[in-house]
């Protein structure tokens, strides 16, 4: 059994995370750490896992942690780049769920984040684990930066079309509903349900910090300028992600739904929809998938794509999971074999 | 007091009416149809209205109907079509909350709508009742054709710029979100709360009734052509619409804040929201306002528009309600001085 | 006019103050403060009040609260008993929204209430104010404890059985369920919309404060002793409270809905609805009508009681309007007559 | 591997039986019929099932379905009745999720069901398939009669109780909230996400067919009479059920907490609370669970318990997987061990 430990696992991340090692058949979870409820029984904070996980938060502790085969960080960013490099240097694989490690430019993380990069020799050897794109690298690789939730949506829907050179990179929209969950487990009044519910608005349309992740990996795969207007939303619902994408056809002749078919005619947990679909969110509620489908309105020259995945799962914990299976030899799966909730 | 009736009262804009209309300073309620609910007190089918509104539902009766000085139709579409005639020689002054009287050309109404147009020979005289564009023409029209939901927000949001002539016409995305009110109240399984809480679609991408009434309205003002995508989307909420517009700015000089706030600036029921602001659909809940926001983002050629509206308000009875005070020369806001329900 | 000012506008009670009194036809809204922020133009924090509201929020200012004719109090509870004494002396009038003035026992308050009370000299004289109990000492009142959600909810269900002396007053259950707004807008993790949405649990069952309000109140009018058990239940929805009432019939022969009706008859803000009913919380969703539906399953020996309000309207901002109303002897129904958001 | 075939698969409890079904490790889906969808894919009606269930929906067969070793009825009542012989006469053991054979009196059913019982001769042979009370009975039965899933919270709440004769019998009281998922997947006005979102309500407080039903089963255990009243209400989230019980203590000295925790010390899927907990439904999305909490307020006369469920899975799908289980020989919780999905 690979041994892992969470740093940080009082938020939805780390939740979900220990929903999924509760039930992996090759992972012990080992140890939890938070500075805030050390002691304190994981399952009086979380009660779906009552008699499932029966460790308590302990104080961040160095030595536990690596004495662990990998270590989960799900906190805020900022805190893994402190710790990450003791670990690594101990043996111990680190898959980071928050953006410590997902830039491969310091200054440009330092000015997303606003603050300084404490470990910035570490950027290049990370992998960023998305591994419809870094498979293999990610095999053979020490510490993961597990993308964000939008990247993650917005990457899987744009890919094909850039791999097979049919849009336009500069033309990229990227219209974004998340769940609340998203925003995570902080106290803060703009994310209480008397101010989320029944209610739809569009947040930070200025900036935002997956804009840079989104583009950083975009213009990894097309070697290519790439402009990316991103808006996001809040959708008062608790988990999901739908991205719901726009590009200018390049190829008018191409055949989208083929292009998309074919390039992820392998991957467990991408599904590509028969044409005229439209996947929803709840289709995914729980599980690892993300499901894609393909439009061209009118046969024009936008092409439409429509992207879901669970902001908690494909989109942070379960991909971290999935990175995890790939880091050890595990089959890609175990684990995430969940299906989605529904209703 | 004008006397005003109600032609199939039944669904969510009939009752939105319902609602407005008791507490009309000026208008009255004289008779409500439905052929399925025929002596029921109305207050039995929405009891919110207890106390307010004693009258039931009646036949379909066109002796009582033209006793009315104004009849609303809150009518599947085709109905209105079959009525208003006779109706409109009575002397009867009409507004259609469905499609009959939207589009200028029957062929493309007939196309759209799947039946025959039995009156074609009203869609000249016809006026497309969006105040803030066709205000002088409603003052003195006799048959009002009271926009689609989508329609309304997304011609305010892009109105001011293609009138100022700083955008590509042919570079529109119309990304909209809709409460689930927006279906009506017909029982289906899409829109049963089991379905359609806690999720998010996409839905008819291919092809909207909402795409062709929203470009002949483009065109009508830009006096060009308009390539326009609209994709509508289902959010668990159960009023609200929120557009996201995207165009390609032709005028990268051109001060966005300002044409918004001038063209804007005597509108009752539009109000344009300061720079970097976000509109949430929550603050024009049960009002008759839109309120409006408009981004540039990382100064680029796309300009982000965020518009919301009540769809059961602005986007239905409120507007008809609207154009019922221009069409009898009462102030405009008559009646429709409701504050939005936050929280 | 009536001037109106009110301390600690930033919650949820505070805002639907703001709306009621912004279009109320005899008060004038002259002064709102709030120590958090001061300066913020009140309609940047509540959007719906745009073009409605222009006052900003104030530092709290004994000399401008004086020079108002009444004061409410939407500040937590211990605000009002400090600042109340001096604004009275000035013979201004107040509304004191939390529950510093509900108790006749400042002994018991101080037990519910965990702090000493700073004023209990004006415990007698403040009168407790649910009109359909004490319309008449309310219209002499100087100072006016405005009831709780919950207490008023189960008040208006049981008192006219205790009254009529045909239930066990020591056989009261009462089951509640509140929408989340009822905590207020604060900053908390178990009121955020992941926490609360699609979830539904009690609360406090052990005790809550509301419990010794309601108790005192049933007391009051049946004079006896009284026994209840109160279990509040937080439900996901924004506003709405709806309380389950059971007791054991003392008088099997008891016409009850003949008891509701008599009771209610004149009332402009309790509706009985018909026998067999089940009232919908959304039927009052912004409106200040209290619904009630009385029941006795299989005939047998317990009477069960719906009884829904708006927890914000009737349950505290609506019912403080009403207090106004009478205070400053205007038609009761003035500025309240606003008809529930359905759907 | 076990063969399963479902009867009517196209509700929800037919989805959660297939999600279910499809990850159990001891059976195999063979066969799903369904009148309206023969043909479609069943994941082409329930896209979570894409990729793990690749049956199609097939007209009902009495040929294919004797093949079966148990065949699972999730249709409307009155449709088991009456194929259910027939296949018990082949072989098959049968697991009905309707009421057909809940009731051991045919009078009583057609009272509260309002049509003949066909097969009234297999009500003493079926079994309720309560595992907490009836284990040993359903290992050896043929025909399992899955209970209700307010029977199923309300009575796992009281039974610790009455079989410890500490309270009164004939002074119950069960408020139960039920999520809409409740009332099925029919299309109906009453369900829609307008009608149910953001409102809360009671419904058939005069009669619910679960009354006859939880009380036949509490009697059952008791031996006595009992006085029930039940009084039903739609909660507005998709899954769960929260029962509040209430009752009147005879033995003041009784140790609640410890007679729940004997009382379910071994039981899987029942989980007794610390003292002074409030269980939340979410905690059980998904899972298999009941969790209990049991209150005695300001140490008075009447005890509160506090039962949550997933009305799908403990209330529905995941009991007739558990009496699966226990028909086959299989360990209990085999397929049964998802975490409840938090959030």
Known sequence: MIKAGIVGGTGYTGVELLRLLAAHPAAELTVITSRGEQGLPVSDLFPNLRGRVDLCFVEPDDAALSRCDVVFFATPNGTAMKSAPALLEAGVKIIDLAADFRFKSAAEWEQ?????????EWLAEAVYGLPEVNREAIRSARLIANPGCYPTAVQLGFLPLLEAGVIDPQSLIADAKSGVSGAGRKAEVGTLFS???DNFRAYNVAAHRHWPEIR??????????VDLVFTPHLTPMIRGIHATLYATLTDPDA???????????TEPFVDVLPPKSHPETRSVRGSNQCRLAVHRPRNGKTVVVLSVIDNL????????VQNMNLLFGLPETAGLEGIGLLP
């Open 216 to 225: 950083q990996g975009l213009i990894a795969v097309t070697g290519q300028p």
């Open 313 to 320: 799962v494909k989109g942070a914990a379960g991909q971290a």
């Open 112 to 120: 997303w984040y606003v603050m300084p990069h404490t470990c910035p």
């Open 195 to 197: 101010e989320a519910s």
């Open 255 to 265: 055949d989208l739904q083929a292009i998309f078919e074919r390039r992820y005619a």
